[in-house]
Nanobody
């Protein structure tokens, strides 16, 4: 089992910045993707950004150019730096990790951290 713990959420003014961190623990072998999703009230959970073992990253359209994801495989951490935050970035942000074991994928989620963008 993989345990994910997020930190760094909070309240920030529009145009401000926040950094989210996620630490994975437990059986972290075979994790090949770590990333962030978010869910705003009344909306579906959506991809924010994910970092793949190969070194590549994928971003949601609404955050590309403003958010940056980085991953440290040796420490099993993933960090999301969010710049130029907008009110529509307000959501609960969830850390996500995907393992591939014997051809089966196992997805893990953190409990979420609230990000509120408000003046």
């Amino acid at each position: 089992q993989v345990h994910l713990v997020e930190s760094g959420g909070g309240v920030v003014q529009p145009g401000g910045s926040l950094t989210l961190s996620c630490q994975a623990s437990g059986n972290t072998r075979y994790i090949y993707v770590m990333g962030w999703y978010r869910q705003a009230p009344g909306k579906q959970r959506e991809l924010v950004a994910e970092a793949i073992n190969s070194g590549s990253a994928r971003y949601g359209d609404s955050v590309r150019g403003r958010f940056t994801i980085s991953r440290d495989n040796t420490k099993d951490t993933v960090v999301l730096k969010m710049n130029n935050l907008k009110r529509e970035d307000t959501a609960v942000y969830y850390c996500n990790a995907v393992q591939s074991v014997m051809g089966d994928e196992h997805e893990h989620w953190g409990q979420g951290t609230q990000v509120t963008v408000s003046s």
